[in-house]
């Protein structure tokens, strides 16, 4: 079984925000482009033209309803490894095939030492790694590690794809070990929150709820400021008398 | 354990170079970064420069790359073998292809030029396409705006000049207060998702209009469930609203619009419902400072917008808008008698109307920006009412469309909030003059060119393509009595009015990238009898001989005779122009071109290349020199670059002049393409801070972009609130005028071509009327697809390979149907199977699917067993595409009757649970398609 870094320098995460993510899949196909082609290549796909087209996916959306009737709300959710901070799926490993970084907190997977058990697929509550059955090996969101500190990328490229594509503003990236940070202001003030914390394995990404609506059940309305009207004549009697005055062009 | 952490790599580059194009994964044309390795594709992203998308990229412009490398591409142009349909086919040599199609094409011009019809589908250079076809000399060209929205494009410009989507968008800066009507959620969607995020950020609300609630829906602050083809009523009723609480910007109205203008009321008589007009031909408004009638077009003047007024010759006029306060303060658009029909309560629609009033009236913006308006007067402030607006398909596919879409500008005039800080803002090339000038062409004879486009915009009967019978000229019955205002043609009666030779026969369809035998076409059966029709007397096809143009293995190929493979869109020039469908935003005009980022591994070529190929040998005026040589040899970008509209104006307007340092109009600089190349492929022009608002009346914009060639007179644009050209239909059908409507088209041309917005029920039946399809039925886009294109992306494909029939929860318990069930979804034409799926967020008395995901059995490559054909269907066999028989037994096409906007969205249908021994599979199902010639497959990454 393999063992976790006693304290990470940094907790490297994603927040995502469940008030503006409209299920356009790009964090999906943008980390499934990206990451098929860099640290966890491959990232094959099964009968792809076929009658159960299936892949590994690093990243997926999901999209539900919650609440009946007037209070229900569609709710669309991305879906990633959370780089927990006591990762159930790093301690089953049996080869130290994952592991938690030390200095930044991902959660990764050496292709090189994992058999392929899949006993850390089973540990996370989160369905959140992928093993790929054609390569042989399990597969997991890397924080694009090989983005992030890429120094061949212009610094504002520096984050994981998915954070790049969200064309809402949906998705953010940044160190929530940091209470300074960017990511960490977020969180404090949205009220962002744990998936499954009841778990306890601590995940770094977060979650911020949708906002309050303003429709009919939330904020009240405006009052009009109605112009005081005769109710003697006819509405268009009452329009027309309105509208009857000197206007310049 | 705890191993020494691997050393991996993390700074390996992602590309040995990034060279920059334009998307091509749906319509919205964002800026793009392609990220080449060992000279294959390795990752896309988002230009962070471009104006559409920023930087970011959606679900399918991430999923390119498995397009670029679908297995479904074309390998080398084919000649049909076996009968049509049959998917059989031989590959020939580009040489052979060309001389096919030159042959046939050539004969037809000699003969009857409009024998050839060219439709070409979601076009991307109709600029081009629409040139050929004039100088060919046929009338009977359109792209897929007949089908798409073309009543959003035509109500917009003829009101005010502009449109939602390409022609204008919110000032997303300032607005107060957002309206999203029945969008696509495919369409400019990388904008929208980036505005609506920073929207809910500043807590500005969002209000989607839509009977179903999907993605922008699913974030809006208020999502009204309204039912189909309603949402004039729930216009018309927030006027109602708005006019009632006095909550009307008069000042704008007498400013830019006709409300002042003088309509003649003449019942009996020629003139009656025109605009009242001086002997210089000027409107005539009643001077309340004079006390007199005078030219409304005067700004000394204070118009009166109620009375009734004697002109001179003895009749009497009344300002438009005291006719449009009369008709929206009937109790007709009462919020309380809308609500049954509109599914919105009462309070909702009252509420919403007092929300806009606040946003506009109460949070008024003032910007401190002068500018001068066309009258030479300086305004030292910008202000603004911050209410805006967008609409799309779920307005537009009604037979009630135009109208409606008229209503909604209407609401936004009324609300002055038009171009102006936080309105609705246009965008570049537009605004232009309303009614728009341009008059569709007529055909002219044997081997000569149109005298103008093909595509117009009539102004009255005279205008339209008729023959002194009033039969139509052109093959789709555009510009007929048909459908007068057609200004996008009527790609989707093609196919049937060929083949039953209603109108008359054609010799040649020619079209480009439309999948017009399957997700294109209603009643899509009939269509496929219409292509394999043969004439019982001589054994040929009734559609002769058909070309067609596509880079993929999509339906229609296996029903052309001619296949000429177009390239993928990271394998081609193109040109994004101004002339066409540009990509301004509102504070700067735009253009863009494709760039080939990497060189075809099949024997393909760019469609406008072998247009241009095509052109010259058919030696079509202005595709050869003077000596018969072609004019463009280096193909599309050397036409991009060389080509000119007129004196200076061409493809692209960055980068003219022999020096490259024109804007707009210039001679034609050599070093374009490479300056847009080295500019990110795209280019933009900043308007001057006091071109920026109120562009229909600002002299500092309109002067500019009259010297940049985007309009021909720098004069004021006037907003059509009451459109007078719909009234001279009217009287042509009331029996004045030279040019009289047909005995069959009277009652309809009455009736809907009122020139003040009204609602009526669409075709299919009036809500809550038609027992025995009480259901609406609508598609929605899902975000990760573009029609069917999408589904044959081996990525995109794995998130969505089948579509479900979606239901409300409480309906479907009522009609014993549960998830998961099987149903047949009927309609008077015939009966689909799919699968249910239950849900809360949509209108009770409608249905839906997701749009195109459904294919035939082996196209696209897939698999014969693939679910887009096993248990994907589509709405499109159920929707007829001519509507019963009317006065006379004509049947008039499923269209708007005033534009001929394909009316999808009319559909009307009943839900039966499907027998236990029918469940699992979809019907109808179709022979499959054989595989025509394909890339090689392990081309695919």
Redo the contacts between chains.
Sequence with gaps: MTSLPEATSKKLGLVIDLDTCVGCQACATSCKEWNAGGYSAPLTDQNPRGRDPHGTWLNRVHSYEVGDDAQSRTVHFPRSCLHCETPACVTVCPTGASYKRASDGIVLVNPDTCIGCKLCSWACPYGAREYDTDDGVMKKCTLCVDRIYNETFAPEDRVPACVRACPTGARHFGDLGDPESAVSQLVKEREGFDLLPEMGFKPVNKYLPPRARRDQTAASAPQAAEQAVDNSSSLADRFFAWADRSLAR | ???R??D???????ADEIKTTTCYMCACRCGIRVHL?DGRV?????N?DHPI?K?????????G?MTHYS?ARLRAPMKRVGPRGSGEFEEITWDEALETATGWLKDVRARDPGKLAFFTGRDQSQALTGWFAQQYGTQNFAAHGGFCSVNMAAAGLYTFGGSFWEFGEPDWEHTQYFMLFGVA?DHA??PL??E???L??K?V?IVAINPI???????????IGIRPGTDGLFVGSLIHEL??????D??YL??FTNAHWLVIDDPKGAGDGLFARDEAGQPLAFD??TGALADAT??????????TFKLPDGRSGRPS??LI??RF?TDEYNPDKVAAATAIPA??IR?I???L??AA??QQITLDIPWTDTAGRRHEKTTGRPVSMHAMRGISAHSNGFQTCRMLHLLQILLGSIDCPGGFRYKAPFPRPTPPPNKPARAVGPNAPLKGAPLGFPQGPEDLLVDSGGKPQRIDKAYSWDAPLAAHGLMHMVITNAATADPYPIDVLFMYMANMSWNSSMNIPAVLRHLTAKDERTGEYKIPKIIYSDAYSSEMVAYADLILPDTTYLERWDCISLLDRPISGADAPADAIRQPVVAPDRDVRGFQSVLLDLGARLRLPGFVTETGTPRYPGGYPDYIVHHERSPGIGSLAGFRGEDGKSYGRGAPNEKQLDAYIAGGCFHEHRLAPDQRYYKHANKAYLDWAKDAGFIGTSAPITFQLYLEPLQKFRQAARGHGAIQAPATHRTRIEKYFDPIPFWYPPFDGAPGENEAFPLSAITQRP??MYHSWGSQN??????T?ENCLYINRARAQKLGIADGDWVWIKSPLGRVKGRVRL???VNPDTVWTWNAVGRRAGAA???V???EA?RGFLLNHLITELLPEREGGYRFSNSDPITGQAAWYDLRVSIEKAAPDEQGETWPQFVPLKRPVLADAEA??
């Design positions: 354990m705890l191993n952490e691997p991996i790599a993390l700074s390996e580059p992602s390795k390795r990752y896309i992203d988002g962070r998308n930087g970011v990229l959606c679900g399918k412009g991430s999923a790359i297995p959620e969607s990388n998702k980036i609506l995020g920073k809910k950020e807590g609300k609630r999907t993605g922008y829906g699913a974030i809006a602050d208020e999502w006019m009632r609480a006095q909550k009307i008069l000042e007498v400013r309340k400072v005067r700004t000394d003047i204070a118009p009166a917008l109620v009375g808008f005291a306060a009369e303060l309070e909702t509420r109307a007092r929300e009033a606040h009236f109460e975000m990760h081996s990525w995109l494909r794995q998130i390979a849900m809360e967020g490559a897939l698999d067993d693939a679910p096993t695919a990454a």
